[in-house]
């Protein structure tokens, strides 16, 4: 177990440092960073003196070597734009994110398992054709659009909830949370739904294509000639058997949710990290880009080993190292 | 008579509601604020935060004019010699007093913020001494005769030397060290999401009409608009042209507008010499010309005279902005008169070209970024098929500023569109654009076509040595006209600036661009 969690580790310091350079090579090839924040009206001199207060007169390739020196001792470097440690500013919109993208992760389960569930155990009901030609709009409209119609007809109109923001916060664990709050749900609710609608669709769709194939498995036929009570059937032998494939994508899309809900963020103005990332690429914060990318690629082989733990779990016939 | 009393708890919540409404104002600005440090990055979002919590020596009112702030007036003892007489009895929000001595701290900082990726540096270089003569004067030495210190000091906020002598940027962002002479103190920031202030009771000018303001940035153009619809915000600012119609009639809310200082305009390519190609012009079969065109003045003008401002003024930008022929509006000092836009010709535009040896016209490909001013793409693309109309095929080429702004830094196209937002004075545009390139004077820092004209620098360079501020206009004027009789840059319009509010309330708009608490009121009654 150790071993296979110290070849993950490995792993991840890898493609960390492969991120890393791309990035660098990626901002150098698209423009030069003080073109974008220097003043308009700042004369040569002064253009001169921010390429050498950012560090931007060495050559590139010192310029990496830098930040990998000071990478190992745990220093992803300073945003251009704020002069705050690129790291301390990711964190500090981490909890935006993460109760968006949790939120959003819990309402596809809480809607999307059920619906999936009825869809999958009477595939030809009214009902079902209904869930699942819902479920099509899910996928194919866009996140933008069905954003701006949310806050048109809940905001504006109706005048429910608040429209952009992120609302009241309180403290848990010295960070800022707003689902703690009153104010703060009613901010999460439609940003979290614009978020979930993809995911409500996947989850229903993969869970129906699971229970379908299930219920033809022989151990199902066997377990209802047993004289099992539907339910049981239901929920032990069909159920357990189709969560690997959901587990598996519902860790996959928390992790492309938290790392990239940039148009949800934007159009609700959620104060969060994709919102960072689009305004840092915009001009070419490259501490910020480089950190970000790094923090998200540690994020995504934590989740991966996670799901990899819970197949395990869930499928004993998983296991994590080959033995020999 | 259970539902009396139950009413009268309704009531009141809701005649508390008004009332806090009343005291509480929410605006939300379209550009993020990056740093509440106001010597950190010179930025227009960054100078509005920064005005509501400093002060500047010498203030501009809605049109950019100079107002008298924490210097009651100002004048040149010697030549090189800037006295300014400070106000008096003005305290700081932690209530320290404001002295000569804060100006002296103000200006050694201004070159001394670390990391800056744009420092305030260039307005305390000419300075060569601040002498604090006594608590309430100052003066500012300089080498040589310097006009424009008044100008420079409207873009430097002031702060308290025993506040901030070891301030970092980190302290001011963290709210801790923003503490100036403004109208607002701060109460939190949250950086790229919000701003909280509360009236500085103790403030010496005009009394801010709401206690409380929350300041938020809401990016996204449409959310910015619903939030404002929805009731969430009541001020708004950079209102989407596409949105203009929409609100003009809409009884909610009320549009106040400015034309404002930035300029729209065309670069050419005046790199290359005569004889050589230039990089996006061909003949019409796309083989190389063998010469550049665009050092042709007949050719610069002719493209000029092809292009409809009035059309791209209401068709493109919704009417949210004025023809222009030169960077000033109507108005401002040092502002051209008798000089009205190049009017759309296109007949004469063929002439002019046949004249200059191209009755066939010939290709361009003109590039500009999609994604920095109003309508930047859809202005490229009109103005290409206005062009293609004289018979000079163009192909348009719009990219994000990031990749734009580099290539266009290098000289690497023929035409390109960019803007420039002025000071009101014609010697900000010149030196910046029109000025021969020169890194020692510190010219034509921003002039990406590389234009030259020995007579526009010679003016240029007599303007910033003259006192006289009547004389100084009149030379600046002449500098102007001579540059667009050259055709040195293409005008194209001066953007107008505009805000939205609820009903009920009005702003004060600015010709700066900068959206601040003070400048929003109620409504006065009708």
Same mark, same amino acid.
């Given at each position: 177990m150790s071993l296979y969690l110290l070849r993950r580790l490995i792993q991840a310091v890898g493609v960390m440092a492969v991120m890393s350079l791309i990035v660098f090579l990626g901002v150098f090839a698209i423009g030069d960073p003080v073109d974008i924040l220097i003043a308009p009206d700042a004369d040569q001199i002064e253009r001169e003196r921010a390429i050498i207060a950012l560090g931007l007169d060495k050559p590139l390739w010192m310029q990496y070597l830098v930040f990998l020196g000071n990478a190992l001792r745990g220093d992803l470097g300073r945003s251009f734009?704020?002069?705050?440690?690129a790291l301390q500013l990711i964190m500090g919109r981490m909890p935006a994110t993460l109760e968006l993208a949790l939120g959003a992760t819990i309402m596809a389960i809480i809607i999307g398992l059920p619906l999936g569930l009825y869809a999958g155990l009477r595939p030809n009901g009214a009902i079902s054709k209904a869930i699942l030609a819902i479920s099509i709009l899910g996928f194919s409209l866009p996140t933008f659009w069905v954003g701006l119609m949310l806050i048109m007809v809940f905001a504006v109109q109706l005048g429910w909830l608040p429209s952009t923001g992120r609302g009241e916060t309180a403290m848990l664990f010295g960070l800022r949370w707003s689902f703690l709050t009153q104010d703060g749900l009613a901010h999460l609710i439609m940003p979290a739904t614009n978020l979930a609608l993809f995911k409500i669709s996947l989850v229903i769709r993969l869970t129906r294509a699971g229970v379908r194939e299930t219920m033809l498995m022989d151990y199902v036929k066997f377990a209802r000639a047993k004289g099992l009570s539907p339910a049981r059937v239901t929920f032990v032998h069909v159920f357990k058997n189709i969560l690997i494939p959901v587990v598996t994508v519902v860790g996959l899309e928390l992790g492309s949710t938290i790392a990239f809900s940039v148009v949800t963020e934007s159009v609700f103005a959620w104060p969060g990290m994709g919102k960072l990332i689009i305004d840092s690429i915009n001009v070419l914060d490259r501490p910020v880009i480089v950190a970000y990318l790094m923090t998200i690629v540690l994020m995504f082989i934590t989740i991966n080993l996670i799901v990899d733990l819970t197949y395990s779990f869930l499928d004993p016939r998983v296991r994590l190292e080959s033995k020999g | 008579m259970m539902m009396k009393p139950i009413m009268a708890v309704a009531a009141c919540f809701g005649l508390l509601c008004a009332e806090a409404r009343a005291q509480n104002l929410t605006m939300a600005v379209? *550009? =993020?604020?990056? #740093?509440?440090? =106001?010597? /950190?990055h010179q930025l227009s979002p960054n100078n509005a935060a920064s005005d509501m919590i400093f002060d500047r020596l010498v203030d501009t009112d809605s049109r950019s004019r100079n107002i008298p702030g924490l210097a009651l007036s100002w004048t040149t003892v010697e030549p090189n010699v800037w006295e300014f007489k400070l106000r008096p009895n003005v305290r700081f929000h932690n209530g320290n007093p404001f002295v000569a001595e804060d100006v002296a701290f103000t200006i050694a900082r201004l070159p001394n913020v !670390? $990391? #800056? !990726? #744009? #420092? /305030?540096a260039i307005y305390a270089r000419p300075i060569t001494a601040v002498e604090v003569v006594d608590p309430l004067t100052v003066r500012f030495r300089t080498t040589e005769p310097y006009p424009l210190l008044p100008l420079d000091m409207t873009n430097v906020r002031i702060l308290n030397r025993a506040t901030h002598e070891r301030s970092t940027t980190d302290d001011f962002n963290a709210g801790r060290a923003a503490i100036g002479t403004g109208p607002y103190r701060v109460v939190s920031h949250r950086m790229g999401d919000r701003i909280e202030l509360e009236r500085n009771d103790t403030y010496w000018g005009e009394r801010p009409a709401f206690g409380r303001v929350n300041y938020r940035m809401i990016t996204n153009d449409a959310s910015r608009t619903a939030a404002l619809l929805a009731g969430d915000v009541d001020v708004i600012d950079q209102v989407p042209t596409s949105d203009l119609a929409r609100l003009r009639t809409d009884q909610r809310v009320t549009l106040s507008e400015i034309v404002g200082l930035r300029l729209i305009f065309l670069g050419l390519d005046f *790199?290359? =010499? *005569?004889?050589e190609n230039s990089p996006f012009v061909t003949d019409n079969n796309g083989q =190389?010309?063998?010469? $550049? !065109?665009?050092?042709d003045v007949r050719v610069r003008r002719a493209l000029s005279m092809a292009i409809d401002r009035r059309a791209i003024v209401e068709r493109v930008m919704e009417g949210a902005a004025v023809p222009a022929s030169q960077f000033l509006p109507e108005g401002t000092y040092s502002h051209v008169p008798d000089m009205p836009p190049t009017a759309y010709d296109a007949d004469g535009a063929r002439r002019l070209l046949a004249e200059a040896g191209y009755p066939q016209g010939f290709r361009i490909t003109l590039a500009g970024p999609n994604d920095r001013y109003i309508n930047d793409a859809r202005i490229i693309q009109a103005v290409g098929q206005m062009w293609t109309r004289i018979g000079v095929r163009t192909t348009v080429e719009a990219q994000p500023w990031t990749t734009f702004v580099a290539r266009a830094g290098r000289a690497d196209f023929s035409a390109f569109l960019i803007g420039w937002g002025s000071n009101p004075d014609g010697s900000h545009p010149l030196r910046n654009i029109l000025a021969t390139v020169n890194r020692d004077r510190g010219w034509g820092a921003s002039n990406r076509g590389r234009y030259s004209n020995a007579r526009v620098d010679e003016l240029t360079l007599q303007s910033l040595s003259e006192l006289n501020d009547a004389r100084r206009e009149q030379i600046l004027i002449q500098a102007q006209r001579l540059a667009a009789d050259d055709v040195g840059v293409i005008p194209l319009h001066i953007q107008t600036n505009i805000w939205a509010t609820r009903r009920g309330l009005t702003i004060a708009a600015r010709a700066d661009e900068l959206t601040r608490a003070q400048d929003v009121r109620p409504a006065a009654a009708r």
């Open positions: 734009v704020f002069n705050e440690p | 379209g *550009a =993020p604020v990056t #740093s509440l440090d =106001p010597h /950190y !670390p $990391n #800056s !990726p #744009s #420092s /305030y *790199a290359r =010499p *005569a004889g =190389p010309l063998g010469r $550049n !065109p665009l050092q």
